[in-house]
T-cell receptor, first 109, second 115 residues
Framework: GQNIDQPTEMTATEGAIVQINCTYQTSGFNGLFWYQQHAGEAPTFLSYNVLDGLEEKGRFSSFLSRSKGYSYLLLKELQMKDSASYLCAALDSNYQLIWGAGTKLIIKP | TAGITQAPTSQILAAGRSMTLRCTQDMRHNAMYWYRQDLGLGLRLIHYSNTAGTTGKGEVPDGYSVSRANTDDFPLTLASAVPSQTSVYFC??????????????FGPGTRLTVL
């Protein structure tokens, strides 16, 4: 079957760095997405990786290892507004997104 | 720019009644999607449409139907609602459904409660 695993909840301190991990098992693979979702709002796109390596975009970076079925989202210089759920999603061979349940990130002052 | 709009924002529905959730996008995207989001579960795809005039079944299509008469609109119909359909429903669109590698843009969601 197809499966996405990510931690349910993480806590970090304002100004610090946090890494949110995601492992995936899909029928074929056409890329890995990260989305941010604030409580009561719609998901919004953060990043897309299809090749191995690190993609940096401001305070946020995303890493992919296709051979390990593994990705992480790295958030630097955490701000209170980063408190949200972070959704990992893998694109399978049919170009359908398989979504993880999301990681709720709590930022403490 | 509006992006994607959904209506209604929220609704309480009696079991056995029918209802249509509306979704409209103004980005001229080819592909559109309907998801439901339940606590502790990932977004689950109900139905999708890669282009106007075509639709397909997702992971959890039972009890739902869709149509795609034009590029902009993608309504989701519950023919006879059941309590297990209580959920938050998100409509999304992307620029190229066939390649599928473009980001999806989401509407604000409809919170549906079936009693």
């Amino acid at each position: 079957g197809q499966n996405i695993d990510q931690p349910t909840e993480m806590t970090a301190t304002e100004g610090a760095i946090v890494q949110i991990n995601c492992t995936y098992q899909t029928s074929g693979f056409n890329g890995l997405f990260w989305y941010q979702q604030h409580a009561g709002e719609a998901p919004t796109f953060l990043s897309y990786n299809v090749l191995d390596g690190l993609e940096e975009k401001g305070r946020f970076s995303s890493f992919l290892s296709r051979s390990k079925g593994y990705s992480y989202l790295l958030l630097k210089e955490l701000q209170m507004k980063d408190s949200a759920s972070y959704l990992c999603a893998a694109l399978d061979s049919n170009y359908q997104l398989i979504w993880g349940a999301g990681t709720k990130l709590i930022i403490k002052p | 720019t509006a992006g994607i709009t959904q209506a209604p924002t929220s609704q309480i529905l009696a079991a056995g009644r029918s209802m249509t959730l509306r979704c409209t996008q103004d980005m001229r995207h080819n592909a559109m999607y309907w998801y439901r989001q339940d606590l502790g579960l990932g977004l689950r795809l109900i139905h999708y449409s890669n282009t106007a005039g075509t639709t397909g079944k997702g992971e959890v299509p039972d009890g739902y139907s869709v149509s795609r008469a034009n590029t902009d609109d993608f309504p989701l119909t519950l023919a006879s609602a059941v309590p297990s359909q209580t959920s938050v429903y998100f409509c999304a669109s992307s620029d190229d459904g066939l390649a599928g590698v473009n980001e999806q843009f989401f509407g604000p969601g409809t919170r549906l409660t079936v009693l």
